[in-house]
């Protein structure tokens, strides 16, 4: 028994519903995990979210009795069902003490716990995949009309997700996926009679009361490796916890301490700070409060009360040396955080400091919620503090300044396990340091502060010596090829100090050199690198290394510390992946800079090992009728192709517009909004077309071809000229551009769906499942390739899939009767 032969617009509006309720879970969750897990997982989840939908179409292929006597009552069971599994899946991942970056120690336990992780993750997209692909079944003739209304209701889901999360939370934003989605089981009982809509309407309500429980008991906690995981464990209680705030871009949270005076020696008193003054810290040093970034990333609030002889702990940092360098400089931060480099500019006579933070919310809670506390520092004259993303608000600058400072807001714990292996970062690029140097004075000073290693038992300092390979490659893109004339490096005294990088416009003076050579000595840090210096040390020879051999010089450490570039932004990618597998234990204690990679191919193989079980080996067991199907290797090639073209260029198209949004999740939400929307336009159009369909494949790629060569050669040039124009507007470009490429690919399946009816109509599992086998492998497979190649390999090497995938559907094509 089918659905009615009318088309009721509930079956219609239900579908919408329900992509709409999981893309919404889908972006949640990146968000949830960035917290509770790292930024990359990301990934995790869309392939996840992919792996339910393949697996649905699998199971109802092979076991039809899912689809039930009566289709539209189990649609409506099926909807209610994801959602109590998102609910569910909330509580669990609250719960379950999974920590990625322990695998290696404790197997035992993290495999599993990973494993419970992805299958509350995969459990209510598979749901929700369930009710797409009865939709399907039940109305094939319509796959036009079905899938434009799933694409369009998942675009909606994207949209809504950076509006929904900031009042909800994002554990409410879940629960909220689940009334959705709960409610599209509403609309899909109402094509039956008020009588059918009972038990649906009362699972809206269970969903929704079992989501509000859910909330008020899941308390979600960040990774032991997390900065964050000591202040919420505590059990002392010395912590004050003020407020945490949930937004697209951060889970943010601001922490004191109950006897403030206990704060004076932490955080830069005892990191960064001359040892002949730190005894002083307990009495001189000003109080503190922290805002933390997902758990990590601490920004630290100073107490401050307007006298600066309360500020005598800023002249004994490390932050202090570019300061020695002029008087009364014009200075740009990025990367305010809670305003440390701010109060470091007024305790050292700036004339005026603008400061560039990405959080919204923290700007808020230094000059609204802890203003008193802070000094109203960003109330005061010489104060210009913008909220927004480092790069874009630079370029919408004519300003040139002084000093640019950046102390890296990465914290060292993160920097030690591996765990930011994955994380792309724009401001970490060849392309971000000559923007920067294009806002200097001539005579001005870009200063770059990170944590690094000083001793070999600590490993090998990559993060600045990859960090001075970004100043190199700046200076040659600009014809300057004496970087050991433009460069001091200057360390604290710590065994893990922190580093201060300095790249000038303009040759050190000798007066300069020497002013670096006194305050560091007086502090009693370390000088790595100095002008008309040659140091003993592996950063004063690799910046007196001729251009020509500095590829022979990085290529006695076995480890990646070549430049990045905004196309394949991975910083903290070190390890090259054919030498994942060994102990460079003269480079790497405890080998942890492989730690993320080595979970990405974990992850990807446990991708194809979940997609073989749940899509493949069902269909193969229960429905090989379907490669009976004249041909069959062609179009399997064909819907093999187009999932693993689609989801390359959906993650790099995602990762190349992060540069251009600022904000990872909005560029997720632009991208996905703008691809999944367009498609479903292009899927719409697909019914009206006279063409058969595959004579069309070859125009369809040809469009698809020139759009995306035309992307990899001006898209980068696109961003350059207009990364300064209001994030609003750059949202409509976004999406403008994404348009056409959107609509092209979007008729690329259900052309293919056509083909293969008309040839065997048992075919249609084996493509719905092979499409999903690829995406659930590309998610992960795409960061891999970007990592080593860049996405500019990725897309056109989609672009290479899709063309195999069209030319094995033409040759299987032929074979068909007319």
């Not at 990774?223 to 002392?236: Q, S």
């Not at 700046?474 to 100090?497: K, T």
């Not at 670096?516 to 020879?541: C, E, K, Y």
């Not at 190649?789 to 068909?816: D, I, P, W």
Request: charge should be neutral; aromatic fraction near 12%; hydrophobic fraction near 50%.
């Amino acid at each position: 028994m089918t659905l009615p032969d009318r088309d009721h617009p509930s079956l219609y509006l239900g579908v919408s519903l329900v992509s709409t309720a999981v893309l919404l879970l889908q972006i949640t969750l990146t968000r949830i995990f960035s917290f509770s897990l790292w930024y990359h997982f990301a990934y995790v989840t869309i392939s996840v979210a992919l792996l339910g939908y393949g697996a649905s179409g699998a199971f109802l292929a092979v076991f039809p009795g899912l689809e039930g006597r009566l289709p539209a009552r189990r649609l409506s069971v099926y909807a209610v069902g994801s959602g109590l599994a998102m609910v569910l899946g909330l509580v669990v991942f609250a719960n379950v003490p999974f920590h990625p970056f322990q695998i290696r120690k404790d197997p035992m336990h993290q495999v599993p716990y990973m494993l419970v992780y992805y299958a509350a993750a995969a459990v209510p997209f598979f749901l929700a995949g369930l009710c797409i692909a009865l939709a399907l079944k039940t109305r094939s003739e319509r796959v036009s009309r079905l899938y434009f209304f799933d694409l369009v209701g998942a675009g909606v889901g994207c949209l809504i997700v950076v509006f929904l999360i900031p009042p909800l939370t994002a554990p409410g934003a879940v629960v909220a996926a689940g009334t959705l989605v709960a409610l599209a089981g509403v609309l899909f009982a109402s094509g039956e009679g008020r009588g059918a809509l009972v038990v649906p309407a009362v699972g809206v309500v269970g969903v929704a009361l079992l989501g509000l429980g859910a909330l008020s008991r899941a308390e979600f906690l960040p990774g032991p490796e997390k900065f964050l995981y000591v202040f919420m464990t505590d059990t002392a209680h010395q912590i004050r916890h003020y407020s945490s705030h949930w937004s697209p871009i951060f889970r943010s949270d601001v922490l004191g301490w109950e006897d403030e005076e206990s704060s004076r020696t932490m955080s830069y008193a005892s990191w960064g700070i001359s040892p002949y003054w730190k005894a002083k810290a307990a009495t001189r040093a000003p109080k503190l409060r922290m805002v933390t970034h997902d758990g990590d990333a601490s920004a630290v609030i100073y107490n401050f009360d307007g006298d600066l002889s309360k500020l005598e702990m800023f002249d004994n940092l490390i932050l202090k040396t570019p300061y020695v360098l002029s008087d009364r400089p014009n200075v740009l931060v990025i990367g305010v955080g809670g305003g440390t480099d701010i109060v470091n500019a007024i305790s050292n006579h700036a004339s005026h400091v603008t400061g560039v933070e990405l959080d919204p919310y923290t700007v808020r809670v230094v000059k609204v919620d802890h203003a008193d506390f802070a000094g109203h520092i960003y109330d005061r004259p010489d104060v210009t503090i913008i909220a927004g993303e480092g790069r874009s608000t630079v370029r919408r600058s004519n300003a040139q300044y002084d000093l640019i400072q950046m102390t890296g807001v990465d914290t060292l714990a993160a920097l030690s396990t591996g765990a930011y292996v994955l994380s792309e970062s724009y401001l970490y690029t060849t392309e971000a340091m000559g923007e920067l140097l294009d806002h200097l004075t001539p005579n001005g000073a870009l200063s770059i502060v990170v944590g690094d290693t000083a001793v070999p038992s600590l490993g090998f300092p990559r993060h600045t010596i990859r960090q001075l390979s970004l100043f190199m490659e700046a200076l040659h893109q600009r014809g300057i090829d004496d970087p050991a004339s433009r460069i001091a490096v200057v360390a604290s005294a710590e065994g893990v100090p922190q580093v201060d990088m300095i790249l000038k416009m303009s040759p050190f003076t000798a007066g300069e050199s020497l002013r670096i050579r006194d305050f560091a000595g007086r502090m009693g840090f370390q000088v790595w690198a100095l002008p008309n210096a040659a140091l003993q040390t592996v950063h004063s020879q690799y910046v007196r290394t001729p251009r020509t051999e500095r590829a022979a010089f990085l290529a006695q450490y076995p480890l990646n510390l070549t430049a990045t570039s905004d196309d394949s932004p991975f910083f903290f990618n070190f390890y090259q992946w054919r030498n994942l597998g060994k102990n460079l234990t003269e480079v790497d204690v405890g080998h942890t800079l492989a730690t993320g990679q080595l979970i990405l191919a974990l992850i990807l193989l446990v991708s194809i090992f979940s997609s073989t079980v749940l899509i493949l080996m069902p269909l193969f067991a229960f429905q090989r009728q379907g490669l009976r199907t004249q041909g069959k290797w062609g179009f399997i090639t064909f819907f093999l192709a187009i999932g693993l073209g689609y989801i390359f260029i959906e993650i790099s198209f995602v990762q190349k517009f992060v540069l251009f949004l600022g904000y990872p999740t909005y560029s997720l939400t632009v991208v996905l909004f703008s691809l999944l929307t367009y498609s479903g336009v292009g899927s719409a159009l697909t019914a009206r077309m006279k063409r058969p369909p595959e004579q069309r494949l070859l125009l369809l790629y040809g469009g698809l071809a020139a759009l995306g060569l035309l992307y990899v050669v001006a898209l980068t040039p696109l961003f350059h000229a207009l990364l300064g124009t209001p994030f609003s507007l750059r949202v409509i470009i976004a999406s403008t551009i994404l348009a056409p490429l959107g609509l092209v690919m979007g008729m690329f399946f259900p052309s293919g769906i056509q083909i293969v009816r008309r040839g065997n109509v048992s075919f249609v599992p084996w493509a719905w499942g092979v499409n999903g086998c690829a995406s659930v492998v590309a998610t992960v497979l795409s960061v891999m390739l970007a990592m080593s190649h860049g996405f500019r390999f990725v897309t056109l090497l989609a672009l290479a899939v899709y063309l195999v995938g069209v030319l094995g559907m033409r040759v299987s094509a032929a074979k068909l009767p007319a």
